[in-house]
């Protein structure tokens, strides 16, 4: 597509439960980030995925998150039993190469609020 | 890790006038970047930096990078409202001739233009 696409754009969910974020890059960019901002706050580095490399998950706050990369294209960012500070918009973006030459390009992030 | 400090974090400035954000780096960059976002909304590229001493303009704002590679400023000539929202500085961290490839970023400058 011509942009980074993420899903849901909100998402509302009671504590407690699973939620499934979705990222569809650009067409063609091997790498992918997950990143977290929440409220006044800079952007907190999640997960980064290169081609077929191991991923790199060194940002994941706690063993609750995850996420998957299939195919080497859509990602999807998993967190199980939601608590209330996970409340933050989540931010994917895609890069031609890992290098970021490309660029990175953001997608419009999902809003998840925990209640 | 690639630890960047932005400054001022929040800036109220007049319509008309100039004004300057710096985000100064722990480390040497392999290379900066600046990005825009409104609220809600996903992060727009700005400017990429990349080499000691290099300077990118684009309309009225101007970017650049000092020589030793650690201090970047953003500076915005005759502001409009148009320029509010918040300004992200984000850095590749330098790993023996290449980079992480992946970004981490500052928290952020707030500006709001006053018409």
């Known amino acids: 597509g011509a942009g980074v696409s993420q899903s849901p754009s909100n998402k509302v969910t009671e504590k407690g439960k699973d939620v499934e974020l979705r990222c569809d890059p650009i067409?063609?960019?091997?790498?992918l980030y997950w990143y977290r901002q929440s409220l006044g706050q800079g952007l907190e580095f999640l997960i980064y995925f290169q081609g077929n490399s191991a991923p790199d998950k060194s940002g994941l706050p706690s063993d609750r998150f995850s996420a998957e990369r299939t195919g080497g294209s859509v990602s999807t960012l998993t967190i199980q039993r939601t608590q209330q500070e996970d409340s933050a918009v989540y931010l994917c973006?895609?890069?031609?190469?890992?290098?970021?030459?490309?660029?990175?390009?953001f997608g419009s992030g999902t809003r998840l609020t925990v209640v | 890790s690639q630890e960047l400090e932005q400054s001022p974090q929040s800036l109220i400035v007049q319509e008309g006038k100039n004004l300057t954000i710096n985000c100064t780096s722990s480390k040497t960059l392999y290379g900066l970047y600046w990005y825009k976002q409104k609220y809600g909304e996903g992060l727009i590229f700005l400017m990429m930096l990349q080499k000691g001493g290099e300077e990118k303009s684009h309309e009225k704002i101007t970017a650049k990078l000092d020589e030793k590679k650690q201090q970047s400023s953003l500076h915005i000539t005759a502001s409009q409202p148009s320029h509010a929202g918040i300004y992200l500085c984000?850095?590749?961290?330098?790993?023996?001739?290449?980079?992480?490839?992946?970004?981490?970023f500052g928290q952020g400058t707030i500006l709001t233009v006053h018409p």
């Open positions: 973006a895609s890069s031609l190469g890992g290098t970021g030459t490309g660029g990175y390009t």
């Open positions: 984000g850095a590749e961290g330098y790993a023996g001739g290449t980079s992480y490839g992946k970004l981490t």
């Open positions: 067409s063609g960019h091997t790498a």
